[in-house]
C-alpha cells in the first residue's frame, strides 16, 4: 500500500501535531522513510496549510535535525566551535543565502578533528582544512 500524505497528517494530528513538536517530527521522518529517504518538497505546503504552519517553521525544524532532509537539497554542516568553523560561517552563510533552496546550513557541535580544521560535511562526508574555494567548489557541483 503506498503513503497517503493526507491519512498520515490526520494520524499526527491525532497525536497532537503540530502543537507537539515529536508528533510532527514523527511525520516527517516517516514522510523521508516513505519517500526515498528524503521529504519530497510538495509535503512542505500541504502540511502547513493542514496544520495552520509557515512554511519557514517547517524549514526552520528542518534544519534542527540533521537526519530530515528535503528532496533534491544538499546538507552543509559547519562545525559550531569559533576556532574551526567560526571561520567560514560568514561566507557560507552569504552563499547560502544566494540559494537557499540549493543546501541546507547547520552548525554542528564539535567535530573532534581540532588540529584539522576548519572542518566541514558536506552530504555526511567529512572534509578537513576547508576554506572558501572548498565551500564555492561543493555548492557549485550542484545539479552538475
Known amino acids: ?3 497517503n ?22 511525520l516527517l521522518r516517516e514522510a523521508q522513510q516513505e519517500n526515498g529517504d528524503s521529504i519530497p518538497r510538495w509535503l512542505l505546503p500541504k502540511i502547513s496549510a493542514a496544520y495552520g504552519l509557515k512554511e519557514s ?22 562545525c ?6 567560526g571561520s567560514l560561517a560568514e561566507f557560507a552563510e552569504r552563499l547560502h ?10 552548525y554542528t557541535g564539535c567535530m573532534h578533528f581540532c588540529g584539522k580544521g576548519p572542518n566541514i560535511k558536506w552530504d555526511g562526508q567529512l572534509y578537513h582544512k576547508a576554506d572558501e574555494a572548498l565551500l564555492r567548489r561543493l555548492v557549485e557541483s550542484i545539479g552538475k
Open 80 to 85: 559550531g566551535s569559533k576556532s574551526c568553523g
Open 57 to 78: 517553521y517547517l524549514t526552520a525544524i528542518l534544519r534542527r535535525y540533521p537526519s530530515l532532509r528535503l528532496a533534491d537539497t544538499h546538507c552543509l554542516e559547519l
Open 1 to 3: 500500500m503506498a503513503w
Open 97 to 106: 543565502r544566494q540559494n537557499p533552496e540549493a543546501f541546507s546550513l547547520k
Open 5 to 26: 500524505a493526507e491519512e498520515a497528517l490526520a494520524y499526527y494530528k491525532s497525536q497532537g501535531a503540530p502543537g507537539d513538536q515529536n508528533a510532527l517530527t514523527s
